[in-house]
């Protein structure tokens, strides 16, 4: 599952690599060790989210892949660090090199003393160690469907040694991506910097934005839809009202809602027909984080959902991974 699917981990995880790499560009030449102890801890994470799901079976997976703040969170996290990294690396704010997360010296070189660049200078290794550990709770469909096996294992060892596999899985093409970013940013370190920098920055506010999503919080898509909305240039959706229900038609792809902007009225209940035109892993699930809403769609099949109306306002909608968004406007 992991090697079939590893092509998809560069879209999940490609960002914080980049982000590993560019940071130690700062400081000297980046080298192969930051993307080998990143890969390795983030092995590891899996190994013990694997561990626990085989311990407590569906209530790790269900706590990981069902819970949007915990998810959120962790995206919220991550996304920050990225920016703040690539705010740093743009060396616009000198003073951020004061705040920089870092493992104390004495501890990093006790445990990784020997490893240094081609200057023979130690390497800075908390980007690389943090992103890795916190791989395992990232919401991404490949990994909660090797959770799953994980956690049908009933047994914690035979589920971390599931997920070591499946991490091993995911290794080649992400070795190699990390080996691509470090030869590229040795080659043209000095000229890529800056432009690198935006680039990472950009990626952390899309991560922090999915976080906000999977959390039910205001977000930019959210955000702007409501903003549209009340300047009449966004449009929404066709609802039908028959006496008993309203309505509404919306198409999940991989480009996203279609309408992603729903209208209903209080006080009637919601029919809401989910056509899933689409087999990937995004759009296995729809979820309205603020309603506590979570269905699951058929591949090229329609969802029929009920929902409440009688609570007014406006409420966001998205996938499983928090990469789709929509917003639900009860009025």
């Given at each position: 599952?992991?090697?079939?699917?590893?092509?998809?981990?560069?879209?999940?995880?490609?960002?914080?690599?980049?982000?590993?790499?560019?940071?130690?560009?700062?400081?000297?030449?980046?080298?192969?060790?930051?993307?080998?102890?990143?890969?390795?801890?983030?092995?590891?994470?899996?190994?013990?989210?694997?561990?626990?799901?085989?311990?407590?079976?569906?209530?790790?997976?269900?706590?990981?892949?069902?819970?949007?703040?915990?998810?959120?969170?962790?995206?919220?996290?991550?996304?920050?660090?990225?920016?703040?990294?690539?705010?740093?690396?743009?060396?616009?704010?000198?003073?951020?090199?004061?705040?920089?997360?870092?493992?104390?010296?004495?501890?990093?070189?006790?445990?990784?003393?020997?490893?240094?660049?081609?200057?023979?200078?130690?390497?800075?290794?908390?980007?690389?160690?943090?992103?890795?550990?916190?791989?395992?709770?990232?919401?991404?469909?490949?990994?909660?469907?090797?959770?799953?096996?994980?956690?049908?294992?009933?047994?914690?060892?035979?589920?971390?040694?599931?997920?070591?596999?499946?991490?091993?899985?995911?290794?080649?093409?992400?070795?190699?991506?990390?080996?691509?970013?470090?030869?590229?940013?040795?080659?043209?370190?000095?000229?890529?910097?800056?432009?690198?920098?935006?680039?990472?920055?950009?990626?952390?506010?899309?991560?922090?934005?999915?976080?906000?999503?999977?959390?039910?919080?205001?977000?930019?898509?959210?955000?702007?839809?409501?903003?549209?909305?009340a300047l009449k240039i966004q449009g929404h959706s066709q609802t039908i009202t028959n006496g008993q229900f309203q309505?509404?038609?919306?198409?999940?792809?991989?480009?996203?809602?279609?309408?992603?902007?729903?209208?209903?009225?209080?006080?009637?209940?919601?029919?809401?027909?989910?056509?899933?035109?689409?087999?990937?892993?995004?759009?296995?699930?729809?979820?309205?984080?603020?309603?506590?809403?979570?269905?699951?769609?058929?591949?090229?099949?329609?969802?029929?959902?009920?929902?409440?109306?009688?609570?007014?306002?406006?409420?966001?909608?998205?996938?499983?991974?928090?990469?789709?968004?929509?917003?639900?406007?009860?009025?």
């Amino acid at each position: 599952m992991g090697l079939l699917g590893s092509l998809h981990c560069i879209g999940m995880c490609g960002s914080m690599v980049t982000t590993c790499v560019l940071c130690e560009a700062e400081d000297s030449k980046p080298s192969l060790w930051i993307n080998l102890i990143y890969n390795i801890c983030r092995i590891v994470s899996y190994m013990v989210v694997g561990f626990f799901a085989g311990l407590f079976g569906s209530i790790i997976t269900d706590l990981i892949s069902r819970n949007g703040y915990l998810q959120g969170g962790v995206s919220i996290f991550a996304g920050i660090l990225m920016v703040f990294f690539g705010l740093k690396i743009t060396g616009f704010f000198p003073f951020l090199k004061y705040f920089t997360p870092r493992m104390p010296k004495k501890i990093e070189r006790s445990l990784f003393g020997f490893i240094k660049d081609s200057d023979n200078r130690h390497l800075g290794l908390t980007p690389a160690i943090g992103f890795g550990l916190i791989n395992g709770l990232l919401p991404c469909g490949l990994l909660i469907a090797a959770l799953l096996q994980a956690a049908g294992s009933q047994n914690p060892i035979s589920g971390s040694i599931a997920m070591l596999f499946f991490g091993l899985g995911t290794l080649p093409v992400m070795l190699g991506y990390g080996t691509l970013t470090t030869l590229v940013a040795n080659k043209w370190q000095s000229k890529i910097m800056k432009v690198a920098a935006v680039i990472v920055i950009i990626l952390g506010l899309v991560m922090f934005n999915r976080g906000l999503i999977l959390s039910g919080l205001p977000n930019f898509g959210s955000v702007s839809l409501a903003i549209a909305s009340a300047l009449k240039i966004q449009g929404h959706s066709q609802t039908i009202t028959n006496g008993q229900f309203q309505t509404v038609k919306i198409t999940a792809s991989p480009s996203g809602y279609s309408p992603n902007y729903i209208k209903a009225k209080k006080g009637l209940a919601l029919k809401l027909l989910v056509y899933r035109d689409d087999d990937g892993t995004c759009t296995e699930e729809i979820v309205f984080p603020d309603l506590d809403i979570r269905e699951s769609l058929t591949p090229y099949e329609t969802k029929e959902m009920l929902i409440n109306t009688d609570k007014a306002g406006k409420f966001s909608f998205t996938c499983n991974m928090g990469m789709l968004s929509g917003l639900l406007e009860i009025y």
